[in-house]
């Protein structure tokens, strides 16, 4: 194996003798070449020759622009694979929010008793944005509002000295499975129920994604004025959340099919629309109990 000068047969010449003053364990190359006799060119001077020489290789350029060319090739099915999958133009829109919508959503997710006019707004029977709509189903808020449980979570398993990655990794996971185990018996009680609207997925894992906004309120709560205030926080959040789902379900989910349709179809849909909201306060005391105590 070669060695540079300092590290070969010099260098051991220059350990076997008594030297008042041993040699310094790595050369000088901040002037490009080494300190040592030969002018031999330091180690970053030799790579730098290397590249200089790589990129003006004729043969390396072709190779670049193929290796190029294939990652865009690839990039280009992934997204043809993705979009036969997740339309993400309608995704975009469920993201299309702005300070505004999401500070009037979370006070309608609050307190939504006084809120009058329910029906979603349409452009072109397209329906509006977020940001322009308030009454528009988002994702931007139960995205933001679970990473916040986790983050809370986390802050009050600390607290209670119970704390460890297992604990919160499994607390997330909880969380998350039982939003898709909803959105999957939502999808197969509109199926059975033979509801004819425009909800999909992302509607209704939208609508109940906004459980985590009074998971928040109600471990915050539970942290700050003990399990007296977790009950209270609880029970309000919970009646808000049914009161929302019913009417946004009725209204904006089922649209104008729910009305004039047989007697069995108006009750199936009414017991639907009844049991995703009874089941919201089931689901926030099971996911929030034991982060309180």
Known sequence: MAYHSGYGAHGSKHRARAAPDSPPLFDDTSGGYSSQPGGYPAPGAEVAFSVNHLLGDPMANVAMAYGSSIA?????????????????????????????????????????YTHQNWEVKYSRDVPLPPRQDLNAPDLYIPTMAFITYVLLAGMALGIQKRFSPEVLGLCASTALVWVVMEVLALLLGLYLATVRSELSTFHLLAYSGYKYVGMILSVLTGLLFGSDGYYVALAWT????????????????????????????QRLQLYLTLGAAAFQPLIIYWLTFHLVR
């Open 72 to 112: 865009s090739h690839g990039k280009d099915i992934v997204h043809k694979e993705l979009h036969r999958f997740v339309s993400v133009n309608k995704l975009k829109y469920f993201f299309a929010v702005d300070t505004a919508y999401v500070a009037k959503k979370l006070g309608l997710l609050i307190f939504p």
């Open 238 to 265: 919970s009646s808000a959340l049914m009161y929302f789902i019913v009417r946004s379900l009725r209204t904006a989910a089922l649209g104008p099919d729910s009305v004039g349709g047989p007697a069995p179809r």
